[in-house]
């Protein structure tokens, strides 16, 4: 099992930026799919970016598509989200995830399913 921590969150203006990172404990990191989800006040949680074990293999989420990239340093067992001209759209909490897959399509068609997940970090774009 993997432990998530997130961090990078805040306020932030309309067409700013922001970077969280999400550090992981255990020494199966490079085993994990990784991913970025969201969940805004009355609204369903989505995956919003997510990468496979090595790197190779990205997926967004359309709403976000040329604004965010995933990336992950495995030797530092973190996976980061550089979010680029942030939208107010963009508030909510952000949670990192991880998954025990092999192939990033298994995530996209089953996004409710995670191996494990941190408490997250809210993001706030203002207008």
């Known amino acids: 099992q993997v432990q998530l921590v997130e961090s990078g969150g805040g306020l932030v203006q309309d067409g700013g930026s922001l970077r969280l990172s999400c550090a992981a404990s255990?020494?199966?990191?490079?085993?994990?799919?990784m991913g970025w989800l969201r969940q805004a006040p009355g609204k369903e949680r989505e995956l919003v970016a997510a990468?496979?074990?090595?790197?190779?293999?990205?997926y967004y989420a359309d709403s976000v598509k040329g604004r965010f990239t995933i990336s992950r340093d495995n030797a530092k067992n973190t996976v980061f989200l550089q979010m680029n001209n942030l939208k107010p759209e963009d508030t909510a909490v952000y949670y990192c995830?991880?998954?025990?897959?092999?192939?990033?399509?298994?995530?996209?068609?089953?996004?409710?399913?995670?191996?494990?997940w941190g408490q997250g970090t809210l993001v706030t774009v203002s207008s």
């Open positions: 990468i496979d074990w090595r790197g190779g293999s990205v």
């Open positions: 995830a991880a998954r025990n897959i092999s192939r990033l399509s298994v995530w996209v068609l089953d996004r409710n399913t995670l191996d494990a």
């Open positions: 255990g020494r199966t990191f490079n085993a994990y799919a």
